[in-house]
């Protein structure tokens, strides 16, 4: 079986109805558990005594994982059935919340947040690969509706730790464990094991045009998952830091995902009418504006929730743009996603710097600065495409 697969009739069997069901609790799975790490922050540094940018390595060591996951199951993805790949993803996620969960310090944490990593990485880059491809016309869409549910859960993990206090944090890793432990067995079920490997269509841009192209994507996905990461782990911190309450402070950050939620599915109708590149560069021009809102005491969990809305239908919307940008790069998705994870790894250290440097304060500032560098690279990319 091949990780890339022909766009065809045949191509819908790629999932039974139940598979598809699966497949979007898969994502609220994976969804929760990136964004349980941010609001988690206060009990993490609680319990190990822990700087802000050593708080914050949890999610980055989540984020190497993925990058490890997406490389890895890419790599054997032509040995191993959709199946296998999706139950090995699951399992390493259930084995990594368990371990976060009890872990007994920090190093053993964190080793524990990039064992789910590499779970993370696998279900991510499985799904996202298997219904760019298996869906035909409707793949945008489907990628869309895949990643809204992602957002679905990323609201949901803020919501349990509001709910439960930062200190108890290890009871909603443990949820996310038993939810990955009940995949492993169902959520491949229904998933087709073989795919045809057609050969992929004849380049038409020549070898430096094409690594002109992907090197764009790779730098717009980056930029793109920073931002995503950065306001998710940061938010909290920066509200508490004005005036807010913990408890307003996780809220807001749950109506950031919400907002995210709602965005993909939003854009579902959006995708029928306008082309992939016009609506990511109305997304970075958005997420951009609303960042330095962010500035504004008063208004500034609205503006976060608006960052959410327009960020919403980047990741899944620029995978379509992708593939038809660049059909004759065979594992091209499989890098931009692993891409993508290197801003997770980045940002959240990175940021918890700049504050320890410029005060919490700097935060709306480190934020705009990497969604006006990725307001640069989309419309980079579109001359690129164009041309």
Not at 155 to 180: H, R, T
Not at 233 to 248: K, M, N, R, S
Not at 281 to 310: D, I, R, S, W
Not at 346 to 370: D, F, K, N, Q, R
Request: glycine share 14%; hydrophobic share 55%; aromatic share 10%.
């Amino acid at each position: 079986m091949s990780d890339t697969v022909t766009t065809s009739p045949a191509a819908d069997r790629l999932f039974a109805r139940s598979a598809a069901v699966a497949s979007c609790v898969g994502f609220i799975l994976i969804g929760m558990l990136q964004a349980l790490y941010g609001p988690a922050v206060p009990g993490l540094r609680h319990e190990f005594g822990l700087s802000p940018s050593g708080a914050g390595l949890g999610l980055s060591l989540h984020f190497t994982g993925g990058v490890a996951g997406v490389l890895a199951f890419n790599a054997i993805h032509s040995r191993i059935s959709n199946r296998a790949l999706l139950a090995w993803g699951y399992g390493l996620m259930a084995a990594g919340g368990t371990g976060f969960a009890l872990a007994p310090n920090w190093p053993l944490a964190l080793a524990a947040a990039f064992l789910g990593g590499l779970g993370f990485g696998g279900v991510d880059y499985g799904l996202n690969q298997l219904f760019a491809v298996g869906f035909g016309d409707r793949s945008t869409a489907m990628l869309n509706v895949l990643n809204a549910h992602f957002g679905i859960g990323a609201v949901l993990g803020p919501a349990v730790i509001a709910w439960l206090g930062p200190d108890d944090y290890p009871y909603a890793f443990g949820a996310c464990a038993v939810l990955a432990a009940v995949l492993v067995f169902a959520g491949s079920t229904g998933v087709l094991t073989h795919v045809s490997d057609a050969p992929p269509a004849t380049a038409k841009t020549g070898p430096l045009g094409l690594s002109r192209v992907l090197v764009g994507f790779l730098v717009l996905y980056i930029l793109n998952v920073a931002v995503e990461a950065g306001v998710g782990g940061w938010e909290p911190t920066h509200l508490e830091t004005v005036g807010y309450t913990a408890t307003v402070a996780a809220s807001a950050t749950s109506v950031y995902w919400l907002m995210m939620t709602a965005g993909r599915f939003l854009v579902v109708p959006i995708t029928m009418r306008y082309a992939p590149e016009r609506i990511l560069a109305v997304c970075a021009a958005g997420m951009t504006v609303c960042l330095l809102l962010t500035l504004v005491e008063g208004v500034a969990p609205v503006a976060y929730a608006g960052v959410g809305l327009f960020i919403a239908p980047v990741f899944p919307t620029g995978l379509s743009w992708l593939n038809s940008a660049l059909p004759q790069a065979r594992r091209a998705g499989a890098w931009v996603i692993a891409a993508s994870n290197v801003g997770g790894v980045a940002a959240p250290p990175l940021i918890g710097v700049g504050i320890e440097a410029s005060g919490i304060h700097a935060v709306p500032w480190l934020l705009t600065l990497l969604s006006g560098a990725s307001l640069l690279a989309t419309v980079h990319l579109i001359r690129l495409t164009r041309g």
